[in-house]
């Protein structure tokens, strides 16, 4: 069974940083896809960055442009993501997501095309 696992939410101050990090067991995430989603209080869940599986692609949805980077070390089976100039706005569950699928990159960051999930760190962002 694979796990997946998020770590690094917390609370902050508007304009804050966080990492989150994100560690997958039974599963070797060098060959796959990974994602950060969030979902807010009666929000829908969004993509709020998406790496394929050797960096060389990513997606980040318009609002974080500038602020978050979504990274990946494969050797230590570990996806990132850095936010910066956090905002009340960002507040959110953030779930980490694996694709099953090998060398397979959905430019759009569609929820629908990631198989693995955590169970979500806490991001709140005071102001």
């Known amino acids: 069974q694979v796990q997946v696992v998020e770590s690094g939410g917390g609370l902050v101050h508007a304009g804050g940083s966080l990492r989150l990090s994100c560690t997958a067991s039974r599963l070797n995430i060098d060959k796959n896809s990974m994602g950060w989603f969030r979902q807010a209080p009666g929000k829908e869940r969004e993509g709020v960055a998406c790496i394929n599986w050797s960096g060389g692609s990513r997606y980040y949805i318009d609002s974080v442009k500038g602020r978050f980077t979504i990274s990946r070390d494969n050797a230590k089976n570990t996806l990132y993501l850095e936010m910066n100039n956090l905002e009340p706005e960002d507040t959110a569950m953030y779930y980490c997501?694996?694709?099953?699928?090998?060398?397979?990159?959905?430019?759009?960051?569609?929820?629908?095309?990631?198989?693995?999930w955590g169970q979500g760190t806490q991001v709140t962002v005071s102001s």
């Open positions: 997501a694996a694709d099953r699928h090998s060398y397979r990159y959905n430019y759009l960051c569609r929820r629908a095309d990631f198989d693995y």
